[in-house]
Nanobody
Framework: QLQLVESGGALVQPGGSLTLSCAAS????????VGWFRQAPGKEREGLLC????????NYQDSAKGRFTISRDNAKNTVYLQMNSLKSADTAVYYC????????????????????WGQGTQVTVSS
């Protein structure tokens, strides 16, 4: 069974940092481009960053640039989202998603093109 499981969500104070994990089971994540997304209450889901099978990254929007970093550990079949300088506006459910690329590539899919999705992890930024 192909599955993505996010973890690491928490309550954090403004200005704090948090690292989210996206662990895959049932498939080899190194063959997939992986993206991080979020959905705040009352808002549409938005793409944040993508990491390619080559390890390169693409920002889907400017709000993540400079504060959020995506990385992957293929030995652990896991992708991470490091978030710094968190703001209350970052409060949301965070999701990871994977799209099969099946080889070394610099390709990141469009935000609607991902095949597999996790269930999400809650991040709340509040004092």
């Amino acid at each position: 069974q192909l599955q993505l499981v996010e973890s690491g969500g928490a309550l954090v104070q403004p200005g704090g940092s948090l690292t989210l994990s996206c662990a895959a089971s049932g498939f080899t994540l190194s063959y997939y481009a992986v993206g991080w997304f979020r959905q705040a209450p009352g808002k549409e889901r938005e793409g944040l960053l993508c990491i390619t099978t080559n390890g390169g990254s693409t920002n889907y929007q400017d709000s993540a640039k400079g504060r959020f970093t995506i990385s992957r550990d293929n030995a652990k079949n896991t992708v991470y989202l490091q978030m710094n300088s968190l703001k209350s506006a970052d409060t949301a459910v965070y999701y990871c998603a994977a799209d099969g690329v099946y080889g070394p590539s610099d390709y990141c899919p469009g935000v609607t093109e991902y095949d597999y999705w996790g269930q999400g992890t809650q991040v709340t930024v509040s004092s």
